[in-house]
C-alpha cells in the first residue's frame, strides 16, 4: 500500500514492486484511508510519502508496523529525516529522505525487504525452538508420570518410553500425550 498526497511518481512506484512480485498495490491520499483499509487487510508493505494531508505519517507508521504491515518504509523530507528516523527505527521502520530517486527507492525496497527476511527468519527460528521446548517438557512430564505412578527409576522411565516409541510407531511426543491421557484422568 502506498500512502501519498502526490500521485506524481506511482508509475515507477508500481514498476519497481512488480520486480519484487508484489502486484497488488492499494494508494490511498490519508492516513485514514490507510487505517480503514489496514482494519481488514494485512499488506507486506507499506509506503508512506509523509506528510499526509491529516497527519506526518509517522504515527500511522507507528500504528501498523508488524500487526498491519510487516514493513514500512516512511519518506519524509531530508531537514526532518534524522530526527524522524531516531523515533521510528526501534519499531522497524525504514526512513528515506525526499526527495527521493527511483534507484534510491529501489535500494530501499531491497533493503527493507532483507531486513524483513532476516527477521522472519529469526521469528521461525524461535517458533521451531519454542515448539522443541514445548515437546521436551511433555516429554518430561510424561516421564515423571511413569516414575510417580509405576515406581521406575528416570533411566528406566526414559527407557521405557523408548522402547513404547519404538513398539506401537510413534514419536515420543505423541507417546507422552498418551502417557498423560492415561495417568492423569
Not at 506511482?10 to 487505517?35: M, P, Q
Not at 510487516?70 to 525526499?98: C, H, P, W
Not at 525496497?109 to 527460528?125: C, P
Request: aromatic fraction near 6%.
Amino acid at each position: 500500500m502506498l500512502v501519498t498526497p502526490n500521485l506524481a511518481d506511482l508509475e515507477w512506484f508500481r514498476e519497481d514492486l512488480a520486480k519484487l512480485n508484489i502486484e497488488e498495490t492499494h494508494v490511498v491520499k490519508t492516513a485514514g484511508e490507510a487505517r480503514r483499509i489496514l482494519i481488514e487487510r494485512v499488506f507486506d508493505l507499506l509506503v508512506i510519502n509523509a506528510p499526509l494531508s491529516d497527519e506526518n505519517g509517522v504515527r500511522l507508521a507507528a500504528d501498523v508496523i508488524g500487526n498491519k504491515a510487516n514493513q514500512v518504509i516512511l519518506m519524509v523530507k531530508r531537514e526532518y529525516a534524522d530526527e524522524i528516523a531516531s523515533k521510528v527505527e526501534d519499531y522497524g521502520i525504514f526512513t528515506v529522505e525526499k526527495p527521493l530517486s527511483h534507484a534510491a527507492f529501489w535500494l530501499a525496497l531491497k533493503m527493507t525487504s532483507a531486513a524483513y527476511n532476516r527477521t522472519r527468519n529469526f521469528i521461525n527460528e524461535n517458533d521451531r525452538l519454542k515448539k522443541s521446548l514445548a515437546d521436551i517438557r511433555l516429554v518430561n512430564r510424561a516421564k515423571c508420570l511413569l516414575i510417580e505412578k509405576l515406581g521406575l527409576s528416570e533411566d528406566a522411565a526414559h527407557r521405557e518410553m523408548e522402547k513404547m516409541a519404538m513398539d506401537h510407531r510413534l514419536e515420543k511426543v505423541e507417546l507422552a500425550k498418551r502417557i498423560i491421557r492415561e495417568y492423569e484422568d
